[in-house]
């Protein structure tokens, strides 16, 4: 009896640990329910603020609070300026994380220590010297709260009661721009108007303790401060993705230990993550493996079996198959089973039931596959055309856009990522008007710019379906005359043919006009980068003319004094010049006998450009001391397509010469450009390819180990959507050409994978037609709606170090795991059309 009390009372103080906040193996503190994180993730610059960064809270295994930080602004932007952590060391003694931070362009060194007491955390802020004078009143410890977790719940500060809002709508001032903290390279992410002044945020509440969704145990959390005053505001007054920012103004002329928060996390008792049944929503046909990966908590005790449920004609459901739960192993953070139901074949409706978790329902059936592709190519695509008015029925997705057409770029160290150097390499002046660019061409992706690079791969990307699938599908009216696209209104013109073109005449004016290929034609100005709604107000589609004041406009109405017209960047890269040049030939091919003046010019434009850019590359001096790859003989995928588009021996010769040492040196990044050369090439060539093509097997089933889904999975800060997909289609084109070594089996993963068998939730990935439950939002150009483009592709699972992945479903703004792209998505086409090829009863 005595032995028994023993046990209970040491169970009882073990659990009582338990439940406080511990510093764990990987280097956050942790209780079930609760993980908090300091700066496993640190801001990196790029594209400054991503909402992913310095201290985060996973709350019931949702990441609603990240941005701990000193920060410069009340309601951080995108734009604004991150501080870089400088050093960070982890005090296991002392159940303590302290990281340092600085802001280099006011020279303001700042620490911040998170410790562990109790079931909170303590975050205190550190300064050496006073913040700096033009700092002083604007530098505070913030910390984010992801709106759509805690919007419409309710909330308490020092008693008060308050609820959050819906939509921003609380107050804010003016102030005059030089108080402004500066932005990103001095760019600002506003137009003031003509006013000199910004707009700052009024808080929605103030005082010293703050308990945030009371009416929800998940996101419950409170914080308290003794020596500051904590300030509510709403990020989404300046900007839609904006968070909820509570934050302290750091005091005046002190030093030592400045500001000091107690933080609690709520944890709900005994809680247990649901598990996380994933399937292919699009469903199966009957003879496809079909195995569900369960994703369990650690703490959550794995069921022995799993029922298939069938649903019948007259609502009834029956026992389809009862079967054993397979054990896979841990992941990152989750445990792993697997429910086979393979032997499952007869057509019908379908959901599992593992324990008390029911998924949705998802069809057994030959014809799942059949619409996969329809709504990228009727929809998504023929909306993201570039200086056309699109139409659907009652609604206009997008007027005219660009309609004062391109100027040439000044220099300038710009943003996303793209520069214009000292020379232009043209024979244009800084900022006058390039004639002719504003036609074809695809928006890039959420954004609106033409890159070079990803148009050509558009291109290539149709022109491969064309040429392999012969899609005939007509389902878009488009009018290079009226400048005008309708989308279901057939025209008698395969709309792939229409997508072909469309992207050739951007990248052919591109190389008349230029006189070889921009990198990019996008936004002069910072403010317009981050728009949202229509693409075709973005300018004012009048010139820009100095000579008036900014928005003044001619007394001709042509012309205006906004510096808004978009931007040409022109400085010349052979290796660029060199891929268009391939594209343009394949171009001339396809474009032959439907537009046969554009295939002429494309065919024009291919050969000087190869010819300049091959003697531009032989001149280039040697990079590193080492010599130009290749010779100016250019890549194998280039050589590839030049053989294909012309017969030319030469092209040939170099894609042999170079071909088997590229599969030697690594078989698995060179595979697909080897399976593309199969339909030219020989018996020996298919031959000599074999033991590659068996190594890629080998490499196949070793993705089978590496994790429970058996896809490459991407750990990088844009999610792997774009190598699953790749991986999707080699293995594709591998089994259509090699089909005794890779089975067919395995060509169902990356279908699976995308359309819901993945970790965090088990929606579809691609806002795909035949899903049961597709992704609700998506990174797209309608963003601020909480909405999505239909065919649209996320990027998917974002991995945040040290051992989380995600996938917002209800906050489409992290670019990184949301946002579709031209170049993915008419990948997603070819992978797609590869699919039905394969399955397609022959
Ligand atoms: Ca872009
Ligand atoms: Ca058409
Ligand atoms: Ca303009």
Not at 475 to 494: A, C, I, K, M
Not at 769 to 777: D, L, S
Request: with cysteine.
């Amino acid at each position: 009896m005595r032995k028994t009390c023993l046990i209970i009372a040491l169970t009882a103080a073990t659990l009582c640990q338990a439940q406080d906040l511990r510093l764990n193996e990987r280097e956050y503190f942790e209780r079930q329910g609760v993980n908090v994180l300091v700066f496993s993730n640190p801001f990196t610059g790029g594209f400054n603020d991503e909402k992913n960064s310095g201290i985060e809270i996973i709350h019931h295994g949702v990441r609603t609070i990240q941005g701990g930080a000193v920060r410069l602004n009340n309601t951080p932007e995108q734009w604004d300026l991150v501080p870089r952590m400088t050093s960070r060391r982890v005090d296991r003694e002392n159940n303590t994380i302290e990281v340092a931070l600085r802001y280099e362009d006011y020279d303001f060194d700042s620490r911040i220590t998170v410790t562990a007491k109790g079931k909170a955390v303590e975050i205190s802020v550190w300064l050496d010297k006073p913040v700096p004078e033009p700092l002083a009143g604007e530098a505070g410890l913030n910390l984010e709260f992801l709106p759509s977790q805690y919007w419409l719940k309710t909330f308490t500060m020092d008693g008060r009661l308050g609820r959050l809002p819906r939509y921003a709508t609380s107050q804010t001032v003016t102030r005059p721009n030089s108080e402004k903290p500066r932005q990103f390279k001095g760019f600002r992410t506003y137009d003031d108007r003509g006013t000199g002044r910004f707009i700052d945020p009024l808080p929605l509440e103030k005082g010293h303790s703050i308990s945030l969704a009371t009416d929800d145990p998940e996101r419950l959390i409170s914080i308290h401060s003794d020596d500051a005053e904590l300030l509510l505001f709403d990020g989404r007054m300046l900007a839609q993705n904006g968070w909820y920012v509570l934050r302290s103004i750091l005091p005046k002329g002190k030093t030592g230990k400045v500001v000091t928060w107690t933080v609690e996390p709520h944890a709900i008792p005994g809680w247990i993550r649901q598990p996380n049944i994933g399937f292919s929503q699009v469903g199966y046909i009957p003879n496809q493996p079909k195995v569900a990966v369960i994703e369990l908590d650690k703490a959550d005790k794995p069921l022995s079996s799993a029922q298939l449920m069938r649903i019948n004609g007259d609502g009834t459901t029956t026992q389809a198959f009862k079967g054993d739960i397979k054990p896979w192993g841990p992941f990152f953070k989750y445990n792993y089973v697997k429910f086979d139901f393979s032997q499952v074949t007869q057509p019908g409706v379908y959901y599992i039931q593992y324990g008390d978790t029911r998924t949705g329902d998802f069809l057994i059936d030959s014809h799942v596959y059949d619409k996969i592709t329809d709504a990228t190519t009727d929809v998504w695509v023929p909306i993201h055309m570039n200086h056309m008015y699109v139409n659907e029925g009652y609604r206009t997705w997008h007027g005219e856009p660009f309609k004062e057409g391109y100027l040439q770029a000044p220099e300038s160290d710009h943003f996303d990522l793209h520069r214009q150097g000292a020379s232009t390499d043209t024979k244009y002046k800084p900022l006058e008007l390039i004639p002719g660019l504003n036609i074809g061409g695809f928006f890039d992706a959420g954004d609106f710019d033409i890159e070079t690079g990803s148009n050509i791969s558009v291109v290539q990307n149709f022109i491969r379906t064309w040429e392999l699938f012969k899609p005939q599908r007509d389902e878009t009216f488009v009018s290079q005359q009226q400048r005008y696209v309708d989308l279901h209104r057939p025209d008698g013109v395969p709309d792939v043919l229409q997508f072909i073109e469309h992207g050739t005449l951007n990248l052919v004016a591109q190389a008349e006009q230029i006189g070889h290929m921009a990198s990019t034609l996008s936004n002069s100005i910072l403010d317009n980068y981050h728009h949202l709604g229509d693409a075709a107000s973005i300018t004012d589609g009048l010139h820009y003319d100095p000579s008036l004041k900014p928005y003044e406009v001619s007394a001709d109405g042509k012309s205006s004094g906004t510096p808004d017209d978009m931007w040409a960047f022109t400085t010349r890269n052979p290796s660029l010049d060199f891929q268009a040049a391939t594209m343009f030939a394949a171009a001339s091919r396809a474009l032959k006998g439907y537009n046969d003046n554009l295939a002429e010019r494309a065919l024009t434009q291919s050969k000087r450009l190869m010819e300049e850019a091959t003697e531009l590359m032989k001149n280039r001096p040697a990079r590193n001391g080492r010599a130009n790859r290749n010779n100016g003989r250019g890549d194998l995928g280039t050589n590839l397509q030049l053989y294909a588009a012309t017969k030319e021996q030469q092209y040939l010769d170099n894609f042999n010469g170079q071909i088997w040492n590229a599969l030697d040196r690594n078989a698995i990044n060179t595979m697909q450009t080897a399976l593309d050369a199969v339909p030219y090439m020989d018996e020996a060539y298919k031959q000599r390819l074999r033991p590659y093509v068996e190594r890629y097997a080998a490499y196949i089933d070793t993705l089978a180990l590496q994790n429970p889904y058996g896809v490459p999975i991407g750990l990088g800060n844009w999610a792997g959507g774009g190598s699953v997909l790749s991986f999707g289609t080699t293995v594709c084109f591998a089994h259509r050409y090699f089909p005794d070594i890779i089975r067919r089996d395995v060509v169902f993963r990356t279908a699976e994978w995308l359309y819901g068998c993945h970790p965090y939730h088990n929606y579809s990935f691609v806002a795909v037609v035949g899903a049961a439950r597709p992704k609700q939002v998506f990174y797209g150009n309608n963003r601020a709606d909480f909405s999505f483009i239909p065919g649209n592709v996320a990027p998917g699972l974002l991995f945040r170090q040290p051992d989380h992945f995600e996938n917002f479903d209800d906050w489409p703004f992290l670019w990184g795991q949301n946002e579709g792209t031209i170049a993915g998505n008419t990948q997603y086409i070819i992978f797609g059309s590869a699919l039905k090829d394969i399955v397609m009863p022959k």
